[in-house]
């Protein structure tokens, strides 16, 4: 004996069956299913999101004021509990100052600008490189020659020199570092946009009457985009390793702002007596960084067609 399904509960259940297939069967779910089946790079996503909660809630979870100082704990090597209460697990500074909550103060500023210049960069970047590569001509041709002055500089010392100038502040350290950084996914974008120029459903899009800025915005940028956020995740650890390195020349990030930079700068003169004041700086600088490598590249490896099998 059979029972009846109501034919509204059946419909109801065939049309989500197809919604649902079709998301799982989207090319972004299978390749985000490549970049879980990367355990290394999986692991290094959940690492990098941790860097980003612990930024976002440092004030929740910071055992001390990072900016308070005692001289009576100056140079107070690592202790987890001292009198039963609560110690300094990574040590004090040279003015008193807990370091534990000091790098996680500073994960705020290194995430912070890393954001804000990939944000900046890669939406230059993309008009820049949208224009370059679909007008072409004289376009094409300034915008080409201003990337290859740019890339002509070393990157540190051309933001070295306009910090200088500009002077030091957030403001500023994502302005010169962003100043360049624009010029790589420029280059991606354009080389994609010179590729997906010339496909037939642009050709179609052409026949149809549709303008220039519709086709470069509805039909050609979001077929490009993958490769492009692979290569800002990618260049967002190399923004971090360069406003640590402001910081440490004393360019970036003013005192008594926590900056893992300043921090290991601070440390410089204790290395023998107090390691710890500059190597828990610098392993965060480390952890940060080479987790964002790998979880981009695993990124690279699930999103490009090129590392496909």
Same mark, same amino acid.
């Given at each position: 004996?059979?029972?009846?399904?109501?034919?509204?509960?059946?419909? *109801?259940?065939?049309?989500?069956?197809?919604?649902?297939?079709?998301?799982?069967?989207?090319?972004?779910?299978?390749?985000?299913?490549? +970049?879980? !089946?990367?355990?290394?790079?999986?692991?290094?996503?959940?690492?990098?999101?941790? +860097?980003?909660?612990?930024?976002?809630?440092?004030?929740?979870? *910071?055992?001390?004021?990072?900016?308070?100082?005692?001289? +009576?704990?100056?140079?107070?090597?690592?202790? =987890?509990?001292?009198?039963?209460?609560? *110690?300094?697990?990574?040590?004090?500074?040279?003015? %008193?100052?807990?370091?534990?909550?000091? &790098?996680?103060?500073?994960?705020?500023?290194?995430?912070?600008?890393?954001? *804000?210049?990939?944000?900046?960069?890669?939406?230059?970047?993309?008009?820049?490189?949208?224009?370059? %590569?679909?007008?072409?001509?004289?376009? !094409?041709?300034?915008?080409?020659?201003?990337?290859?002055?740019? #890339?002509?500089?070393?990157?540190?010392?051309?933001?070295?020199?306009?910090?200088?100038?500009?002077?030091?502040? #957030?403001?500023?350290?994502? &302005?010169?570092?962003?100043? @360049?950084? =624009?010029?790589?996914?420029?280059?991606?974008?354009?080389?994609?946009?010179?590729?997906?120029?010339?496909?037939?459903?642009?050709?179609?899009?052409?026949?149809?009457?549709?303008?220039?800025?519709?086709?470069? =915005?509805?039909?050609?940028?979001?077929?490009?985009?993958?490769?492009?956020?692979?290569?800002?995740? &990618?260049?967002?650890?190399?923004? &971090?390793?360069?406003?640590?390195?402001?910081?440490?020349?004393?360019?970036?990030?003013?005192?008594?702002?926590?900056?893992?930079?300043?921090?290991?700068?601070? %440390?410089?003169? /204790?290395?023998?007596?107090? =390691?710890?004041?500059?190597? /828990?700086? %610098?392993?965060?600088?480390?952890?940060?960084? #080479?987790?964002?490598?790998?979880?981009?590249?695993? #990124?690279?490896?699930? /999103?490009?067609? @090129? +590392?496909? !099998?």
């Amino acid at each position: 004996m059979t029972t009846a399904v109501p034919a509204s509960s059946a419909g *109801a259940s065939s049309a989500a069956s197809p919604d649902r297939a079709a998301r799982t069967q989207s090319p972004f779910w299978r390749n985000m299913r490549k +970049f879980a !089946d990367n355990r290394l790079a999986l692991a290094s996503g959940v690492v990098v999101l941790l +860097f980003v909660v612990m930024a976002v809630a440092a004030p929740l979870i *910071a055992p001390h004021d990072p900016n308070a100082t005692d001289l +009576f704990r100056r140079l107070q090597p690592p202790a =987890w509990m001292a009198g039963g209460e609560w *110690a300094y697990p990574l040590g004090c500074d040279a003015l %008193g100052r807990d370091i534990l909550s000091r &790098i996680i103060y500073g994960a705020r500023i290194s995430i912070f600008i890393g954001t *804000a210049v990939i944000l900046v960069a890669t939406t230059i970047g993309i008009l820049a490189g949208l224009a370059a %590569g679909y007008l072409r001509g004289w376009v !094409d041709t300034a915008i080409s020659r201003l990337v290859d002055i740019l #890339l002509a500089f070393p990157y540190l010392i051309f933001a070295i020199g306009l910090m200088a100038m500009m002077g030091p502040g #957030l403001s500023n350290i994502v &302005i010169a570092l962003a100043y @360049k950084e =624009w010029v790589i996914p420029c280059r991606v974008v354009r080389g994609e946009t010179l590729a997906a120029r010339e496909m037939e459903y642009v050709e179609a899009a052409r026949a149809l009457g549709a303008g220039r800025a519709r086709i470069m =915005w509805r039909e050609i940028l979001p077929n490009i985009l993958s490769p492009v956020v692979v290569v800002s995740t &990618i260049r967002m650890a190399n923004v &971090i390793i360069l406003e640590a390195s402001l910081s440490f020349l004393g360019l970036g990030v003013q005192p008594p702002t926590a900056s893992w930079g300043s921090m290991v700068a601070d %440390g410089r003169a /204790f290395m023998l007596e107090a =390691w710890w004041v500059s190597t /828990f700086p %610098g392993l965060a600088i480390l952890l940060l960084v #080479l987790s964002l490598n790998v979880a981009s590249q695993g #990124l690279r490896d699930a /999103f490009d067609p @090129k +590392f496909h !099998d």
